[in-house]
């Protein structure tokens, strides 16, 4: 395949319509557990991390949304915060509880054996659905920590069992047109066994729950040679996959940019979406990103995944499917390799940058970025208070 100069209509209409959501974690400081590094203008509240998020869509032009953690980014006015992200072309998205940082959580929250505890993780969510309300929001992600180091340690049965009690609570709580998404890790912070630890027991919750609960995939969290892509096909298949975290990995939840450690998985990822018309607004996938900065900077990082993640959307896009179809039909092994392999292979940057101009965007949103000044700025004037760390 030549590298085209100009996307076609069709392709730059759904690139136009397609947005990511990013997350407010992500504009704070992480590290691991060995040291967390700070870095000059790294935001001091959930309106400076709100400020930065601004930065990323400005410059890509398609990432309009924002995921808050709660507690992590709690404020005394809501109303405001929203308000404050309107001003800056963006909206709340997401709302992420947490009962992974409190002691009482230490051995469980919506699975505990203990229902005093179990009464306030389900009161905690209900609290998130009205810091969803208050931002203009419409879903509740649900990532739980919980698990075991053991065998033995606790039963494995009771808690599945407390938890389809205690979501069933969270989503009687729910209104129409809000849904809650929940996600599934297979191991960390527990290493014995996770609570919700893979696509099929989030799945069957949420079957259990109702239309308005469907699944979160988080590209880091499965055991590595997963096929992520089948997983994609058979949740969509279901109308079941809620939301994406995208981040990469090498090794275990290395929450890395978008992209760079395995393109081509992101690549067949992006492909099953569009196959079954899922990047679209209309099939209701929110697509975010889950990464944290470790040493690159964090509007720049954040920038250069939106940027993967919206070039390898458009090599899918440029595949050849009726093509595809045919040389599947005949079964034509290589041939149909052969097509999505172009497309993978094709260089879509210029296109892409055509693109961007026609739109009053930088061509290249990653370069303009570091040259905006941005950074010395807020480097400048965010001196005194705490930065925000990955955590609150
Ligand atoms: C857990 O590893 C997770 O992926 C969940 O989405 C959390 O809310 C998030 O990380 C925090 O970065
Ligand atoms: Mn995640
Ligand atoms: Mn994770």
Request: with cysteine.
């Amino acid at each position: 395949m030549t590298t085209p100069t100009t996307l076609p209509a069709d392709v730059a209409r759904d690139l136009e319509e397609f947005s990511i959501e990013v997350p407010s974690w992500g504009y704070g400081n992480s590290g691991t557990r060995f040291k967390v590094f700070g870095t000059p203008g790294t935001p001091r509240d959930p309106f400076e991390k709100i400020a930065d998020a601004a930065q990323t869509h400005a410059f890509t032009g398609s990432a309009p949304r924002v995921s808050l953690h709660y507690p992590w980014d709690k404020v005394e006015d809501f109303g405001a915060l929203r308000e404050f992200a309107e001003e800056q072309g963006m909206t709340l998205g997401m709302i992420n509880s947490n009962t992974f940082q409190d002691d009482e959580y230490k051995f469980g929250s919506l699975t505990h054996g203990d229902k005093t505890v179990r009464r306030r993780a389900i009161d905690h969510h209900l609290e998130c659905l009205d810091v969803m309300r208050a931002t203009g929001s419409h879903e509740l992600k649900i990532w739980l920590a919980d698990g075991t180091n053991y065998a033995g340690q606790d039963s494995i049965r009771a808690r599945q069992d407390h938890l389809a009690e205690s979501l069933a609570e969270i989503y009687q709580g729910l209104g129409e047109g809000e849904r809650i998404v929940l996600e599934y890790k297979f191991f960390e912070p527990a290493f014995y066994h996770t609570d919700v630890p893979d696509w099929g027991t989030s799945l069957l919750h949420c079957l259990a729950l109702g239309e308005q609960a469907q699944v979160v995939l988080d590209t880091g969290h499965h055991a590595p040679g997963t096929n992520i892509e089948f997983i994609v096909a058979q949740l969509l298949r279901q109308n079941r996959l809620g939301a994406f975290d995208f981040n990469s990995r090498n090794y275990a939840d290395d929450d890395l940019i978008v992209g760079a450690a395995d393109p081509f998985q992101l690549f067949r990822i992006l492909f099953e979406i569009v196959q079954q018309d899922a990047h679209r607004p209309a099939a209701g996938v929110n697509f975010m990103l889950d990464q944290c900065h470790n040493l690159e900077s964090k509007i720049q990082g954040q920038i250069r995944s939106v940027l993967n993640v919206q070039e390898t959307l458009a090599k899918t896009l440029l595949v050849d499917r009726e093509a595809l179809a045919d040389a599947q039909e005949r079964h034509d092994v290589l041939e149909a390799n052969t097509i999505l392999m172009d497309a993978f292979w094709t260089d879509v940057r210029p296109a892409l940058a055509a693109f961007r101009e026609e739109r009053g965007l930088p061509a290249d949103p990653f370069e303009a970025f570091r040259a905006s000044g941005y950074e010395d700025k807020v480097a400048a004037e965010r001196v005194g208070g705490n930065q925000m760390g990955w955590g609150a």
